[in-house]
T-cell receptor
C-alpha cells in the first residue's frame, strides 16, 4: 500500500513547454483532487474528481487540464507553462470524502 | 466569503496542551467541521472531524460549542513535531462532491 504517489518530485520547465504531473493511488479511492501552493501561501484547489470519468473545476483551473480514465490515476496537464505556475503541486485522495490522504508534492519551477 | 476564522499564529510550550480556536458562525446544519494540518513542505494531514458532538482520536480532541458557531482543536501534549499550520474547514458532511477548500489556517509554533 503505497498511498498517494506523485511524480516527478521536482521539475524545471521553460515557458511555453507542456508537461503532465502524475498522481496515482492504490487505495481504491473514488475522490481525488489537485492543489497548488505558492510560497508562503495556502493551498488552492485546481481540479477534482468524484470518480472515473468525472472531473470538475476548482478555484484556479485556468492553464490546467485533467482526466480520470481509471480510479487509480489522476494526471494534471500543464498546457503551456508560465512562470506564474511555479508552485508546489499536491494531489490528494479519499475513499469516503472526509479523510483525504495527500501526496508528498511536485515542486515545479517555470523559467 | 470565508466560512471560518482562525488566528494567524499561536505559540505553545512543549508538553502543554495546544488549544486552537476556529469561528464558523454561519455553519449550516448539514456541515461538518474538519481539521487538517500541514507540517513544513509536506502534504496536509487529516486530523479529525465532527458535527456537533465532541470527538477524540489518537491525535487530538475536537470541542464544538452547543450552538456550533465555534470549535477548538486540542492537542493534549504538544511536541516540537506538532509545529505546523492548522486548517479548520467547514464542509457538507462526508461529501466528496464538495471538495476540501483550504483557508489561511493558524501557524502553531511549539516552543521547547
Amino acid at each position: 500500500n503505497a498511498g498517494v504517489t506523485q511524480t516527478p518530485k521536482f521539475q524545471v520547465l521553460k515557458t511555453g513547454q507542456s508537461m503532465t504531473l502524475q498522481c496515482a493511488q492504490d487505495m481504491n479511492h473514488e475522490y481525488m483532487s489537485w492543489y497548488r501552493q505558492d510560497p508562503g501561501m495556502g493551498l488552492r484547489l485546481i481540479h477534482y474528481s468524484v470518480g472515473a470519468g468525472i472531473t470538475d473545476q476548482g478555484e484556479v483551473p485556468n492553464g490546467y487540464n485533467v482526466s480520470r480514465s481509471t480510479t487509480e490515476d489522476f494526471p494534471l496537464r500543464l498546457l503551456s507553462a508560465a512562470p506564474s505556475q511555479t508552485s508546489v503541486y499536491f494531489c490528494a485522495s479519499s475513499y469516503l470524502g472526509f479523510d483525504y490522504t495527500f501526496g508528498s508534492g511536485t515542486r515545479l519551477t517555470v523559467v | 466569503d470565508a466560512k471560518t476564522t482562525q488566528p494567524t499564529s499561536m505559540d505553545c510550550a512543549e508538553g502543554r496542551a495546544a488549544n486552537l480556536p476556529c469561528n464558523h458562525s454561519t455553519i449550516s446544519g448539514n456541515e461538518y467541521v474538519y481539521w487538517y494540518r500541514q507540517i513544513h513542505s509536506q502534504g496536509p494531514q487529516y486530523i479529525i472531524h465532527g458535527l456537533k458532538n465532541n470527538e477524540t482520536n489518537e491525535m487530538a480532541s475536537l470541542i464544538i460549542t452547543e450552538d456550533r458557531k465555534s470549535s477548538t482543536l486540542i492537542l493534549p501534549h504538544a511536541t516540537l513535531r506538532d509545529t505546523a499550520v492548522y486548517y479548520c474547514i467547514v464542509r457538507v458532511a462526508n461529501s466528496g462532491n464538495t471538495p476540501l477548500v483550504f483557508g489561511k489556517g493558524t501557524r502553531l509554533s511549539v516552543i521547547a
